[in-house]
């Protein structure tokens, strides 16, 4: 029997015009609400938005005063809580915010009556947000809509084969991966997504941001919000356009494999089944860790003193 998930995977406009910081932040709010309203009239199961959703602007800005925090729940969780209430739908918000008093990069996910019924918090923030004091998370969470049970990973996350493959080994039906990203890294992050699905089997939904029809150019964002199947291959792509990307995603299809010479397997259960997690252990050393922060203060110090 098919179970089938209506996902929609908002790409939100990189730029955001106006005159002041709070004219900027409505019409961001406003523009959220219609990518809701859009998605409700689609019968959307869940709606995934890109990293930092309740921020004005997209790109990395010199200017801190651009990067204003809200509170986890506050007004912003509010309003879109009263939208998942009112359209019946799941949705996940990235947000630039705190919560219980912890300023991060999160992802809050409402239910379909308008609950917040979890908060991720990134992983894996980088060096730069981590120098604009955006703290770590240590949680890798499987949060479980009516629909679907969904493992996280944002941005940078996605770096990071184990933490796909434990979301598969804690029951994941699926990866949500909201980003952001110049289009500099494009191969670079289709790569990494499109593994992360091979990886562990699972599919992946992916939310970033886009352009006006012709304004797109390289090195701006990548746009690309997309749905991979378990396989790897990509099953609807956005483009570069603002819009809403929406596909009926089939979570009982599996990958059947012919393993053992004509022996079909599912191709999950026979790659867990067949892991040797006794070898893995410099996966989880903190030695490596260690050694690469070094090296980062080292050259950093070099750059400054020119040795």
């Known amino acids: 029997m098919k179970q089938i998930v209506r996902i929609s995977a908002a790409q939100l406009p990189t730029v955001i015009e106006g005159n002041s910081f709070e004219e900027k932040q409505r019409k961001n709010l406003g523009q959220i609400l219609e990518m809701l309203d859009l998605a409700g009239k689609r019968k959307s199961d869940i709606v995934l938005f890109g990293e930092y959703a309740n921020l004005h602007h997209r790109t990395w800005s010199e200017d801190k005063r651009e990067y204003v925090p809200d509170p986890i729940p506050g ?95 804690r029951g994941a039906d699926l990866l949500l991966f909201p980003h952001v990203q110049g289009s500099w890294g494009e191969v670079d992050w289709e790569i990494r997504y499109r593994a992360r699905a091979v990886d562990s089997g699972l599919p992946v939904v992916s939310a970033c941001y886009g352009y006006p029809e012709g304004e797109w150019m390289p ?35 599996k990958r059947i494999t012919p393993f053992y010479f004509n022996e079909k397997l599912d191709r999950t259960l026979a790659v867990m089944g067949s892991r040797r997690p006794e070898l893995y252990g410099d996966l989880v050393d903190p030695k490596s860790k260690n050694k690469a922060l070094k090296e980062i203060s080292k050259r950093k110090r070099s750059a400054k003193t020119g040795k």
């Open 219 to 253: 090195g701006k964002m990548i746009g690309r919000s997309s749905v991979i199947g378990r396989d790897g291959l990509v099953l609807a792509d956005m483009g570069r356009r603002i819009g809403l990307l929406t596909y009926d995603l089939d979570l009982s299809a």
């Open 75 to 169: 007004p912003f969780t509010k309003a879109i809580a009263a939208s998942a209430r009112k359209l019946k739908m799941n949705v996940a918000l990235p947000m630039f915010g705190t919560y219980k008093g912890v300023l991060s990069s999160y992802v809050v996910l409402f239910n379909r009556i308008g609950n917040i019924v979890g908060c991720y918090q990134k992983t894996h923030p980088t060096i730069p947000e981590q120098a604009i004091g955006i703290k770590a998370g240590d949680d890798l969470t499987v949060y479980k809509f009516d629909c679907a049970s969904v493992g996280i990973m944002t941005c940078m996350d996605i770096e990071y084969p184990e933490v796909a493959q434990v979301f598969m080994l």
